[in-house]
């Protein structure tokens, strides 16, 4: 089972997270909310990784049923599609992708192997840990992916992800208005701490935008609270408590 050191307050320090167990290591670098609008690779590689397996079957035509999951979908693009004068850029993106989010990744074209670390190459559970490790980083709920050992096992646990994908895409179709949202909790963290400007927003990470907009929420109602204390307006024998406990 591989474990993370992911922790809130180190993004604010760096956005490399480490992950291990007992036989590798490896860097995962979460991308900050500019590179999620502004680098096309990047985006592309995290869609993949934490999109549902109906999702990826849409994206590739050599791939078989039994393997539409990210890393076969990864594979194919680089080594099999790659070749075709069509898929070449896509492709490419795929493999600067990788090489962003994953740092030290390396391609071998001959064996289609892709190395991310030193001894460490890319598969299946490690991709989904990539995909959990990417998740967290945009402050969505989500639970390491299990390490599956038999056919059954991976059969229900496949059933039970795809309703739960079924979910969270009616989930998101419903929530529009995304960039308008994101834009609103912008002004709102600025207003509340007006050191903040949009260009050092822009490079922290969702799961950091909402931590912050839940205590510029607090600050903004201390302000408030604060003012009607001093006024003499406050009910008897009240106080006021700091909106950081």
Same mark, same amino acid.
């Given at each position: 089972?591989?474990? !993370?050191?992911?922790?809130?307050? #180190? /993004?604010? %320090?760096?956005?490399?997270?480490? =992950?291990?167990?007992?036989?590798?290591?490896?860097?995962? %670098?979460?991308?900050?909310?500019?590179? /999620?609008?502004?680098?096309? $690779? =990047? +985006?592309?590689?995290? +869609?993949?990784?934490?999109?549902?397996?109906?999702?990826?079957?849409?994206?590739?035509?050599?791939?078989?049923?039994?393997?539409?999951?990210?890393?076969?979908?990864?594979?194919?693009?680089?080594?099999?599609?790659?070749?075709?004068?069509?898929?070449?850029?896509?492709?490419?993106?795929?493999?600067? *992708?990788? #090489?962003?989010?994953?740092? *030290?990744?390396?391609? !071998? +074209?001959?064996?289609?192997?892709?190395? %991310?670390? #030193?001894?460490?190459?890319?598969?299946?559970?490690?991709?989904?840990?990539? @995909?959990?490790?990417?998740?967290?980083?945009? @402050?969505?709920? &989500?639970?390491?992916? =299990?390490?599956?050992?038999?056919?059954?096992?991976?059969?229900?646990?496949?059933?039970?992800?795809? $309703?739960?994908?079924?979910? $969270?895409?009616?989930?998101?179709?419903?929530?529009? @208005?995304?960039?308008?949202?994101?834009?609103?909790?912008?002004?709102? %963290?600025?207003? &509340?701490?007006?050191?903040?400007?949009?260009?050092?927003? /822009?490079? #922290?990470?969702?799961?950091?935008?909402?931590?912050?907009? !839940?205590?510029? $929420? @607090?600050?903004?109602?201390?302000? =408030? +609270?604060?003012?009607?204390?001093?006024?003499?307006?406050?009910?008897? *024998?009240?106080? /006021?408590?700091?909106?950081?406990?």
């Amino acid at each position: 089972m591989f474990k !993370n050191n992911f922790d809130l307050f #180190q /993004l604010f %320090i760096t956005k490399r997270i480490h =992950v291990w167990d007992e036989n590798i290591h490896f860097d995962v %670098i979460v991308p900050t909310i500019r590179e /999620l609008y502004q680098d096309e $690779a =990047v +985006n592309l590689i995290r +869609n993949f990784l934490t999109c549902s397996k109906e999702q990826l079957a849409q994206f590739n035509p050599f791939q078989d049923e039994d393997e539409i999951d990210s890393y076969h979908v990864i594979l194919t693009t680089i080594f099999d599609l790659a070749p075709y004068a069509e898929y070449r850029e896509y492709a490419a993106r795929f493999r600067e *992708g990788l #090489q962003k989010i994953l740092p *030290g990744t390396e391609f !071998n +074209n001959t064996n289609h192997t892709i190395t %991310i670390a #030193q001894n460490v190459k890319l598969n299946e559970d490690i991709c989904n840990y990539v @995909g959990y490790i990417l998740k967290l980083s945009c @402050g969505e709920k &989500a639970d390491a992916p =299990v390490m599956l050992k038999t056919e059954e096992e991976r059969k229900f646990y496949a059933a039970q992800k795809a $309703a739960e994908d079924k979910i $969270a895409a009616i989930r998101r179709q419903n929530n529009s @208005g995304q960039t308008d949202s994101l834009l609103k909790s912008f002004l709102f %963290i600025e207003y &509340a701490f007006p050191s903040y400007s949009h260009d050092y927003l /822009l490079d #922290q990470t969702m799961a950091q935008i909402r931590w912050l907009q !839940n205590y510029a $929420a @607090g600050s903004v109602s201390y302000k =408030v +609270n604060e003012k009607t204390f001093a006024a003499g307006n406050m009910k008897k *024998g009240s106080k /006021l408590d700091f909106f950081i406990k």
